[in-house]
């Protein structure tokens, strides 16, 4: 598990590269002056923007399997993640921002229709 990286996953680097595609920019990685450092936010806007990988924060779209083997603590590390994932987005919506949680199945099927719910988001839409 030390190998997977929090910053710049693969989701995170195609998100960026389809916000640069369609000429969105303007946004700050891994910004600390909000809760939980939101992988992308639109400081100005004031949009924070969470990418997630499906099976480590429990995508409800695709539902992966967790791991047989060894379950209590993957069940435990697994829940966990969704329990801070929650408590993040409330942390955020608190200080007044937005928030948009992108999911990395979602990303692959439609990336365009991704880009467009960040530019409803900064709009406020």
Not at 10 to 16: D, H, K, N, V
Not at 88 to 95: H, L, R, S
């Amino acid at each position: 598990m030390s190998r997977i990286r929090s910053r710049n996953t693969g989701p995170e680097l195609a998100l960026r590269k389809a916000l640069h595609v369609h000429g969105v920019r303007g946004y700050r990685l891994h910004y600390r002056g909000v809760p939980g450092r939101p992988d992308l936010a639109f400081v100005g806007k004031r949009v924070a923007v969470f990418v997630h990988g499906c099976f480590w924060h429990g995508c409800p779209w695709c539902s992966p399997k967790r791991p047989r083997s060894n379950s209590a603590f993957w069940n435990a590390k697994l829940d966990r993640n969704k329990a801070r994932d929650a408590e993040q987005v409330q942390a955020v919506k608190n200080v007044g921002w937005r928030v948009v949680t992108i999911w990395a199945c979602q990303l692959e099927k439609a990336s365009a229709r991704q880009v467009a719910r960040i530019q409803r988001a900064c709009t406020g839409r």
